[in-house]
């Protein structure tokens, strides 16, 4: 349409001209089409001049060979390999300060040099901040004050899509007093990354990661990052490096900050956080998060939106006088903001509507969960809970809980009201109880004692959850009623849903018999591919755990997933623990799994407790490698579906997230001691254990990067089947 | 009053007439340079298809009687090398020379039976000539990338800029590239399947360089757009320890005479003793900081001291021991080294004079 335009304009000026009877005109345009390309290219080399000696390269020794990334890379695990080269900075502050991306401190180095242009020696630097929102980290060079150029900063309000924005970058370049390396592109998008960042299409890689992305007249638009909007940490988005998809921080978010991370030290790191709310929102699965309603659902006990006065129910309808009607919107408005920053919240309380002012937070403080003591017998339908195992030492042994008692009441003080007792009706409506309460919290239990028709009350104080598995002989080899069809008899004091094993009645599992042993399924749509296995005695009136196996990359042929499969039935691990074993296939063979293959195995994990009767408290994701990173993400994000996550192997990427009240969620992790991720797996135990998770950390000894088999750590193999059993604990 | 308007509308509709002919006819020449250019590639045709190897090339025509520069790669290894030319002429090519230090090869299309004659051209003595172009300036890219055009049809061109001309540390998996002189990076995805022995080009069609292979940037562990500047020239050591010069246009001159250097297959140095003793190397990259020194000897004279951290060796960064080790083989007895090492959070250069090799060799190390 374009072209035909131009050439009717063209047919038309030729026309013009032939009637003023020249031509000079057309090698005149010609000439400055030229002139034009002529004129950008030395506007854009006037402008990296300009920027040039304010841009630093930064030289590392020492640090990790891996970084261990998320399971949205389908490459080669189990993490990336930072480049030798060295890294961009930008200088921030005449007294010596550098602004960079933390994807080139990801690798946690033990020194750390950067040269100025100019500047004939190289300073030894150190970290005094880092900027978690944003990924940033701000360096200080030993020694400078007061000497260092300071670039120009373009406002965020003058910037447009479509402007021109030139990446510069010192890895390529050997010597810092040469021009830096250039990559050329336009402003594609604002307020990217939840409001966080600039989008161009010039080629960001890790040759300009924390160098600036400039303007035609040599300001600063934004720091160079990797970054991408579904996950976290330092190396996110670095799957998309050199693809037209790049990202930067404005250097006006980064000025403003700047004052609280100029405050920092190498012995007092300063770390600005995300500013959070501290509630939670109903996060069905599939539900789209633009049509999520705003609707609180639990306040995290001492946040910033408990302190306000917020409560359960109100609907956020504005933040900061923007207004809001989805979770996506929240999300794009509360994402730039850090912790201590200030926000106004409107919010509709039945037929009212009410202004908050809250002082955000940059932690939620984690309370470890609840713990009475007990395994419960489970596929009972009396009403109450018999106690299969008492945890020696827990609450519920001091408050002289046996096994075989059956919990028939609870009760709790509520001064001067004195306690009231409601009928327990099952172990999931317990469980439910308990969850939403907290260590240190006296309760009182009516307790039919076993054998006898004796009742007592018996006082128990809460403690916390442990990091402990029953030992073979501790664990009671009877773990079910085998009632699991029988329609239960207990009914709660207001029952707010039907009791979940009414899922498991469906009479199609008691008529069709079900299929036994190694089984391959492909999904509905046939575009997937497991295997599952069931256990030989499979019964249909006992609930059976289930294991999800997320296999390391290339490990997705059959006889890879039979092998695995044999590890389990070493011991007949299976048939005595009465677990299911579904092993999802990742479509890639070289590489692993890709976060968009998170709902197929979800889809499996359905299509297997749809046709078994299987104990939804006891769905675990289990993975080695990357296929560990892969559980963990499944984990976080799918809280309704999975209760455990135990890896091989493997540790976290990017940030933990918080727990959820209501939705328990357990690790167990192993590595080997030869594993050269030994020590991320170590830090991924600390920061889960930060969290208050429940974490259970083994290490087996002459172990590399493999996976559990007869040779080695199957005495772990059997505590992880163990672990799955007392998953529902409380 | 009428009459102005009527002026005003005529001059806003000459200056539109005029700015829409200035990007018609920029176009154009634009147009013209792909023209120009376009006769003097051709595509090559030879080994591949196999394990994810590409059994296609490109190739750029520097004489007027047939002879083709490209890089040295996979496709070259077979009896039946062919040529297409710009117009889809199909031709038998031999491969008339290869040097590996600098990773291209010149082949030649007809012989005395069946002559080329008058093909068009870049003139690479002159493109020798040509000082490096900064970053920042544009270019243009010519090649057959993923064999989208076939026989006659024109190459695939692509638009960017220099990002830089500087060394090349590239890989092939584990395996350093052969080539480790300057190259133009540039900021558009240019190294793809076949696109090696493409043209990179000025915006005016001048040649700069020959389009490199997919090389993954050892500085970066990225995948990195590169190519061989044509005024490519190093210098590498002999097996009998002279230097040689070895250049592209020397490769061009000499045509079927040329002779790849032999060369020392890694180049070992008799070793060196300084004295250091670094701390033990558990790990890939434990950064080399000094254990002890032993009393009387270099590292001692030179005042090194335990909790040194060596961070350049002669400016070189030696980011961990193996790096270290690695830089220091290069050096020879008697030489004095200049080492910057950080003491008190402070660098400090030290200067440190080599000393021959103990009876037994001494590595440095615990």
Redesign the interface.
Known sequence: MRRST??H??I??LA?LVSLGSDR??AL??A???D??EL??KT??TA?RKIAPCVVQI???????LVATGPSRPGAPPG???????TTGLIVHADGYVISSAYNFA?KP??I?VRVPGHK????A?IVANDQTRMLTLLKL??VTGKLPVPLTVAKSEMLIGQTS?AVGR????QVDQ??????GIVSALHRIWGKAIQTD??I???NYGGPLVDLNGRVQGVLVPASPRTEGETAGFEW??SGIGFAIPLEDVNRVLPRMLKGTAKEVVTLKRGLLGITMPQQQGQDEHAAPTKIASLAPGSAAEKSGLKVGDVIKEIDGKPIDNQAQLKQLMGPKYDSDAVVLKVQRDKDELKFELKLEGVVASYPQPFLGILPLRDDPEAGVEVRFVYPGSPADKGGVKAGDRLTKIGRAMPPAPVRMTPIANRDQLMDMLETTMPGLELSFEVKRAGGKKTETLKIKLGEMPDTVPTKTELPEKSSAKKALTKPKGIGPKPPEPPKKDDKKEPKKEEKKAELGFLKRTTAAADHSYWIYVPENYDPNVAHAVLVWLHPPGKNKEKDIEKFCESWQLRYTCEDYHLILVCPKAESDLGGWTRSESEFVQEAVKAVTDTYTVDRRRIIAHGMDQGGEMAFSLGFRSRGLFRGVATTGAALSGNVRDKTTGQPLSFFLIVGDKDPLLDAVKESNGKLKERKYPVIYREIKDMGRQYIDSRIGIDTLEEVARWIDSLDRM | MKRLQSSLALSILAS???A???????E??FAQICDKVNPKLVKLFGAGGFRGLASYGSGAIVSPDGYILTVNSHILDTQDLRVHLSDGTPYHAKIVAIEPELDVALVKIGDNKNKVEDLPYFDVVEAAKRPPV?????VLAFSNQFQIATRDEPMSIQR??V??Y??L?GRIGIFEATYKGDVY?V?A?TNNPGAGGGALTT?KGELLALIGKELR???????I?YAIPISARITVSQADGNPATVSILDVLEKKEKYKPLTLPKKNEGPGVYTGIILVADP??????FIEDVVPGSPADNAKLQADD?I??VDGI????IH?YNDVLSRYHPNQTVKL?I?RD???Q?ISLKLDKPKTKKTPDKK
Do not use: C
């Not at chain 1, 890895?171 to 050997?174: A, M, N, R």
């Not at chain 2, 829409?20 to 920029?26: C, D, E, H, I, L």
């Not at chain 2, 900064?134 to 544009?138: A, D, M, S, V, Y």
């Open positions: 131009g050439w304009w063209s038309g000026l013009l005109f057309v345009s010609v400055r089409a030229e034009l390309d950008q290219e854009i080399k990296v030289e590392t020794q020492g640090g990790t060979e990336i390999r930072l480049g030798t080269g060295p690798n033990q020194a040099h020696e190289a300073y030894v150190e030993v020694g030139l890895t390529l370049i050997g021009m830096p390396s250039v990559s050329v010039a080629k890689s890790p040759t490096y050199d | 539109i007439l005029a829409t002919a200035t990007t018609a006819r920029g154009e020449s900064e970053p920042g300036t544009g960017g800029v990002a830089s500087s060394r540390y990076v900021d995805i915006r940037n050892e500085l970066t562990n990225t995948w757009n790990v890939e990259r434990t950064p080399p951290l961070v350049y960064l030696v980011g961990d790096a910057e950080q959070r402070k660098l250069t």
